[in-house]
Nanobody
Framework: VQLQASGGGLVQAGGSLKLSCAAS????????IGWFRQAPGKEREGISC????????WYLDSVKGRFTISSDNATNTVYLQMNVLNPEDTAVYYC?????????????????????WGQGTLVTVSS
């Protein structure tokens, strides 16, 4: 099982970035994919998730309306489009996979629901 996150970088406040999570080694349609982030000195938090079976999504309130998660089941890739970034979004971003057949839910923002984790990609937002 492999989850490869990419797309991080340095961006100015108000800018955008698109993260990618390439998954392999498991039946993609049977899993939900989540995006998490961990800022320096803070706990890891779940920010968005998507059900690969039905495409339903869920977002942390602080990113709702700014971030959009999407999935390309043909390439087993999940994206996180991040717009109107602010310095508080600076963190290492991780993607993870949870065995789940059904719709996305707030429960899928909990890290303990996830079975597999990718390495992180650093997002730095300058003011």
């Amino acid at each position: 099982v492999q989850l490869q996150a990419s797309g991080g970088g340095l961006v100015q406040a108000g800018g955008s970035l698109k993260l990618s999570c390439a998954a392999s080694g498991f039946t993609f349609d049977d899993y939900a994919i989540g995006w998490f982030r961990q800022a320096p000195g803070k706990e890891r938090e779940g920010i968005s998730c998507i059900s690969s079976s039905d495409g339903s999504t869920w977002y942390l309130d602080s990113v709702k309306g700014r971030f959009t998660i999407s999935s390309d089941n043909a390439t087993n890739t999940v994206y996180l489009q991040m717009n109107v970034l602010n310095p508080e979004d600076t963190a290492v971003y991780y993607c993870a996979a949870a065995w789940r057949m059904g719709p996305a839910s707030p429960q899928l923002l909990m890290s303990y629901e996830y079975d597999y984790w990718g390495q992180g990609t650093l997002v730095t937002v300058s003011s």
